[in-house]
């Protein structure tokens, strides 16, 4: 728990800079092709490049063009950081501790100490996503990254 306290800030410290700095990030210092940065690579996500992933593509894209520059922007708000995330803050991926644990379980604790909370809460027609630990499920180049993320969504 202590090792995450620490984390903490430095995670909303990379975010908030993640969100002053990626429309410049986005108009200074974009390649040629539009898809990564040349520099404040550190902004990037460690899977996909500028234009976001399928999902992000299908249901968030702004108009039809993942290249424009509103939606790189958006894109780098959604996962800024994201290099560091995984790399600097995360922790490495144990694939198989991760499938062999209960998927429905809330609270999951790897021997070495990292975990994972992760609840949906009921509120009328809305439901709470709380979803706090190390991304212990979702292993991308070796690596977990740190979570934090609270949201309040409509039930579907």
């Given amino acids: 728990m202590i090792r995450y306290i620490v984390r903490?800030?430095?995670m909303f410290v990379i975010t908030a800079a993640a969100y002053l700095l990626a429309p410049f990030a986005v108009w200074l210092f974009s390649t040629d092709?539009?898809?990564?940065?040349?520099?404040?690579?550190?902004?990037e996500t460690i899977d996909n490049d500028l234009t976001g992933d399928p999902g992000w593509k299908r249901l968030r894209l702004w108009g039809g063009d993942p290249l424009s520059f509103v939606n790189r922007t958006?894109?780098?708000?959604?996962?800024?950081?994201?290099y560091v995330s995984y790399y600097?803050?995360?922790?490495?991926?144990?694939s198989a501790w991760c499938w062999s644990q209960n998927m429905d379980a809330v609270y999951w604790k790897r021997p070495d100490g990292y975990w994972l909370y992760r609840r949906f809460v009921?509120?009328?027609?809305?439901?709470?996503?709380?979803?706090?630990?190390?991304?212990?499920f979702s292993i991308k180049q070796?690596?977990?990254?740190v979570v934090c993320q609270i949201r309040l969504r409509s039930s579907v």
């Fill in 74 to 82: 958006r894109w780098l708000w959604r996962n800024g950081g994201n």
């Fill in 8 to 10: 903490l800030p430095a």
């Fill in 33 to 43: 092709d539009k898809r990564h940065l040349t520099h404040l690579r550190w902004l």
């Fill in 122 to 136: 009921s509120i009328g027609n809305k439901h709470l996503e709380l979803f706090v630990g190390w991304n212990l």
């Fill in 88 to 94: 600097v803050l995360g922790c490495v991926g144990d």
């Fill in 142 to 145: 070796g690596r977990c990254k």
